[in-house]
């Protein structure tokens, strides 16, 4: 069974910074894209970024030059390092990863549980 874990959310103060992890486990066999997403209160959950399997990155507009995504697949893990954040940024962080199993034909897409991170003085 894969699954998902992530870890690093909590307060902080505006203009501070944050690292989220999220790491895979069980019967994989490959990773192939992994983002991070987001739900702030009372609206839909979006996406903050994601990494390929080659390194490319894609951001929100929102979020550009402040986060930064990358990976590290020998430990089968993605992290989201958030930097100057801003009120808005409040929200449950959730992890996604597109994963390769043998319990599949085709890779499944898998999240987190998600992660409260949570802006304010």
């Known amino acids: 069974q894969v699954q998902l874990v992530e870890s690093g959310g909590g307060l902080v103060q505006p203009g501070g910074s944050m690292k989220l992890s999220c790491a895979a486990s069980g019967r994989i066999l490959g990773i192939n894209a992994m983002g991070w997403y987001r739900q702030p209160p009372g609206k839909e959950r979006e996406l903050v970024a994601s990494?390929?399997?080659?390194?490319?990155?894609k951001y929100a507009d929102s979020v550009k030059g402040r986060f930064t995504i990358f990976r590290d697949n020998a430990k089968r893990m993605v992290y989201l390092q958030m930097n100057s954040l801003k009120l808005e940024d409040t929200a449950v962080y959730y992890c996604?990863?597109?994963?390769?199993?043998?319990?599949?034909?085709?890779?499944?897409?898998?999240w987190g549980q998600g992660t409260q991170v949570t802006v304010s003085s």
């Open positions: 996604n990863q597109n994963i390769r199993s043998d319990r599949y034909t085709y890779p499944q897409d898998y």
């Open positions: 990494i390929g399997s080659t390194g490319s990155t």
